[in-house]
């Protein structure tokens, strides 16, 4: 017969293995290409990833102060997507990071 290998050790090759196979699809992706279908949004996805009304994403989308994708029109209205890591991106760009913490008038 072969030989059994103890729960602990078995746990922790489980585990390796789970690690080493998480490594793989994390790898494989970033690997693909940026447009992946889990990074297209539609304008209710990004609205709610941005935690705004669609009609304030609307607005950025027609004064063009957001990254956005214009679909081909069809009738009156044409579709737009957003990618995920540009709206990071444009979040991390417009993020105000003060220098320093001032209290009352200006003053530390």
């Known amino acids: 017969m072969g030989t ?3 729960d602990t050790e078995r746990t922790k ?3 390796q293995e789970f690690r080493a196979a998480a490594a ?3 790898a ?3 690997d693909a290409s940026p447009a992946s279908s889990s990074e297209v949004m539609t304008m209710q996805e990004a609205a709610r990833f941005l935690c705004v009304s669609s009609r304030m994403l609307e ?3 027609r004064e063009a102060a957001i990254p956005y994708a214009p679909l081909p ?3 009156a209205r044409g579709s737009v997507r957003f990618l ?3 709206l990071i991106r ?3 760009q417009r993020t105000v990071r003060p220098d320093r913490w001032k209290g009352r008038n200006g003053r530390l």
């Open 4 to 6: 059994q290998i103890p």
């Open 13 to 15: 090759m489980l585990d």
């Open 24 to 26: 793989v699809a994390t």
């Open 28 to 30: 494989d992706v970033h």
């Open 59 to 61: 607005r950025y989308v």
């Open 73 to 75: 029109k069809r009738g």
């Open 84 to 86: 995920r890591s540009q």
């Open 90 to 92: 444009w979040l991390q």
